[in-house]
């Protein structure tokens, strides 16, 4: 529960951003993973947004209808799928950058930086022990 308030104090922060340019949290967390690690299929953007495989089918088909990512089957394999994105979503992670990049600093700003820093250390430290991975 600790958790899940935390996201959602968090979000508090995000959302209206997001939505403000008619995206949903989960058509964000795949452009911004798409921005980030560059083309991928559909079950790696699953594994890094946390969005199970049915919903993410859904989720890709509307974003490809909103022109926000594109789909190419692999030559070798047809079954394949390759999502990158379109020109529209490179431009709202330019155009949302520096809105995201100051709510980060008013929100280090209001906690201090030595928070930020040891929470995401401590995320990463649990990530890492629920994977079985050292840290």
Known sequence: ?????????????????????????????????????GPMEPRQ???????????MAGVLARMEALEFITKERFPDD????????????????????????ARYAELESQVGQGVVDQVYKAVDALLAGLEGNSV
């Open 1 to 37: 529960m600790l958790l899940l308030r935390a996201r959602e104090k968090m979000m508090e922060r995000f959302r209206p951003l997001i939505t403000a340019h008619g995206l949903t949290e989960q058509q964000w967390r795949v452009i911004r993973a798409l921005h980030e690690h």
């Open 45 to 55: 953007i699953s594994d890094l947004c946390t969005i199970s495989s049915p919903s």
């Open 78 to 101: 047809q079954r394949r799928v390759l999502v990158s994105l379109t020109p529209t979503s490179t431009e709202l992670v330019a155009t949302l950058s520096g809105d995201l990049e």
